[in-house]
């Protein structure tokens, strides 16, 4: 049972694409070939490590972080995101031969990665995009020195030039690269026959087609090599890939570390190069808020409340999040390094202001705080008093909060308080809620408050460098949870999570591992704080009085149990009176995991699943187990349902990786709602659990969108397309509806659809952005009609820009590439012509060529200067070539590609060459054989 889980695992771990390094698994079961997971973390460390010593004044990351843990976690969850993101093109972009440096078309991977300047600086305000869009431009970069022939001219060195400066010579499109090499599936060292110029290999069912020769040609254009690429079959056979250590997968796995290498050094150039970098394009704040290069400070978590009757409500708010914060963090190492509380009222004889070091203390008093009725019954209060009270016993560099819903009476100390937040540069931020300026507006019948009070909070802001944030009482927690997860973040890690029911037995085991510095659990559901207890393992009752625990019962009817630095161990959590509870626990920990699922295209390539799984499918749970140390292991994922009962457990595979250990595991999709969760052994040996916090809704529907990838123009309409399928067993009535942050969208936003089950029904929604420069945002929902459920929801976004980079769409074809046509014998004597239309303006045409060059021939106007289109491109060729793109590229790099196609998707067969004699009719016959067959087996992998 053991072996074949494990079995199962591997196997559904190893069908994936290879087109380059692998994305994220090795599939030739060398653990030492390395992946785009492992160079791009290896060349983002490097790259953030220079960035560090160079303007940090640290020699390292770890000495940078030394006090900072948690700040260290945050950054390499910036890399991790990063390292998703490459890996992810790989199958995003399977298609477009140039992405991966295929086929000779250096050229335009090239200019593709010179685009990324100009898609990245786009990208600076939405860091999720920027990352996206990076690990896309990091892709390309890499498969340079694994499909390319740079590697064997120049050895484990990056290519400085590339996407940047000017390129090297490019083999021509007629030019052959490679010798055959009869014995395709192992290693063939010396089959490249240019010198001094670059070349790349073909792919088979890549975006590409591989040029055929007469049969007996000894010579032909290179492939790419390896099981997944059938055109290493064909002259010139064999290939010269250096995707892994092993010789079946890659004809020079005898580079591979070479490549390895200068791929490391590509990734940490294009990031941090003298001048080339991105960090030069965007500059250093950004750099640093894209990769969190940013150390926690020992900060005061400082509020100042205005704490009359009206402020109930904010005043739950404030308390129910300080606890929340404090009992995640006092006692680790983000826990704020002191408290302040300032509470204002009118008269100002009412305002008070405490400082606290200790954490407990101040969740006592924030426990007690209650809001104080006023004598004096204007609305206005002694909010700058209150405000200099706070920043007098605070720390510096630490941020103020004043929530207040009203004037402040001592409005005309405005310079006194901007001066002393100044002074010790503490940035004042304002949360306000407008009950009491609606009283007085409809008292008076305008709305006189809420100008002076707003620019009195205004001015503070604006002088301190804090933010105004106005607000209403139902949303004030959501405002304080971003604002304070913003300056103090807690992360918590999930240990487990359950529904504690009343059939339930009174105790619950909690696993206490070894790295856990708060321990923290809450129960909903109990009315006293009383109701619960917790035990050491030795049967010792936790009483609370060591000053290193403490337990309360909130407002919001919660019982908060918090230890600091528990034993390692398996503790009781007991209850004292029966009821219906949910359980959460929750801790600070050094051992993180984040988690992804994965799923498998047709073509079998594994890609990270956007949406919900689908009922009854399988998917990988791959999981990045991070701090677990060299002895840790993890040794079973299960899912769990929303009670927190174990629906299926699986035996997990791992794998040790520089930086994380990956622990993975395939499953059926449940038909309820779940969560992934971890089982281990830490470093020391005990056990542990963790919990993931998404939770995954199964679908029975699955919506693709085929929505634009490129940016959108202002003024001009685009279709986002999508694709509805029924997965499930019955007939569906299914709305599919769009929705927009912009008002975008035109015309129709929902559609109907009644679908069989296995049937789908394709559709597009059109948007016309009306504003340039910014990121807007659409989802797409496929709901169920009958239920009004919401199956399946993919949220993207999308750039709009005033620049209509070209876009080549084709106008007329003509010619048809029958298969008497498509061998190299005949092929010559069937012609096609084609034409184009290319539209751009605001930018300048760079080139226009063809993928192949076969006898091709293009025509067009001068694009010299030309600043807008359209224009015509006129192009001509023969069944040698039934397959081609036009491609049209900007000065920025920005490139289009008009898909041409005479030959429904079949490509040359090789034949005697017509110029040889051959009068024999046996070798015809023969021919005529080997065209039909190679046409099946084509049509059978359609
Ligand atoms: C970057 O290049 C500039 C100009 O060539 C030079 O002055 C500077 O010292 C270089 N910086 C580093 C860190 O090498
Ligand atoms: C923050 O406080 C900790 C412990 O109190 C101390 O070790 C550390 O040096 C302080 N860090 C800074 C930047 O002041
Ligand atoms: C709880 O842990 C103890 C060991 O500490 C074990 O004997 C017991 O079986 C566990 N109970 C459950 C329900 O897992
Ligand atoms: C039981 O364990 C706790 C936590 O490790 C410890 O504080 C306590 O002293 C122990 N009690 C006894 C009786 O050993
Ligand atoms: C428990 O955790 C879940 C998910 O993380 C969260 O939605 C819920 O609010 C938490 N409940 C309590 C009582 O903290």
Known sequence: MMYASIIIITLSLCIELSNGFFARTIRDGNWRTKTHIDITVTGTLRAIEKYIKLNKGFGSIDDFFSNDASGKDTMMKKVFALRNAVADTQGKKKDIAYIHCHADQIFLAHNFVKSCKKKLIARKGDLDEFITQLGECLYTVQSFYSNTNWVEMFGGVAYEDFGINDLMEVAALEEDTCLDNADYNSQCKNNIKVNGKLTSGYHQGRGNTKPAKAIGSSTGKCSHGGPDDDSRKLVARCGINKDTLTPEWSPHSHLHEQAYKAAVQATDNFLVANGTGVLYIIGQTLFEDVFHVKRRRNMTLAVAIDYTASMTDDIAAVKTKVIELLTNTVGSSNEPADYVLSLFHDPETLNTAHKYIDGYAMINKIQTLKTVHSNDHDCPEYAASGTLAAIELMRDNSPLYVFTDADAKDAHRLQEVCNAAKAKNIPVSSLLTNQCSRRKRSALGRDERSV???????????????????????????????VIEETFPSSEIIIDSFDWSATDTNDQNITVDSTITVLKISVTGSSAETDVDIYYANGTLETYTSGMSTRIYTSSGETIISIQHPADSI????????????????????????????????????????????????????LSVYNLGPNGTCHNIALTDSTGNIIV????????????????????????????????????GRSFTRKLSEFYKPSSVELQITGPSDDVIVGKES??????????????????????????????????????????????????????????????????????????????????????????????????????SLNTANCSLYNWTASAEVTFSGTLLQSISSTVGMSVKLAHVNITGLSFGPIAVNISGNCCTPSLYINVIDVDGFISQCDLSFGDGQSVQSAEDVSEPSGSPGTDVYTIIIILTVCVIQMLKK
């Open 452 to 482: 002076s009070s707003l620019s009195f909070y205004q001015q503070i802001a604006k002088a301190t460098g804090g933010n105004v944030y106005e607000t209403d009482k139902e949303s004030i927690g959501n405002v304080l949870d971003a």
């Open 719 to 820: 279709l986002i397309g999508y694709e509805v399928i029924n997965r499930g067993t019955v007939t569906e009535t299914y709305q599919v509806s769009i929705s927009d942050d912009h008002s975008f969208v035109q015309g129709t936003t929902s559609e109907d659809y009644t679908l069989l089950p296995g049937d789908g029904a394709n559709g597009t929604f059109a948007v016309k952005p009306t504003t340039p420069s910014v990121i807007f945002s659409y989802t797409i929902s496929a709901s169920i009609i009958s239920t009004g459920k919401i199956q399946q929801s993919v949220t993207r976004k999308l750039v709009v820009t005033d620049v209509e980079r070209p876009d080549c769409t084709v106008v007329h074809a003509d010619g048809i590439c029958g298969i008497s």
């Open 649 to 684: 457990s699986h035996q997990a595979l791992q794998l040790q990786r520089g930086v994380d250990n990956l622990c993975a595991a395939t499953f059926r999709t449940p038909n309820v709602e779940f969560q992934v969760k971890l089982y281990g052994n830490d470093n020391s």
């Open 571 to 622: 503790m009781k959590l007991r209850r004292n009176v029966i009821k219906d509870w949910k359980v959460n626990i929750t801790a600070q920990s050094s051992i993180k995991v984040d988690g992804e699922i994965l799923e498998q295209s047709d073509t079998g390539e594994m890609f990270s699943l956007k949406g919900s799984p689908i009922s009854d499918n399988n998917y990988t749970v791959d």
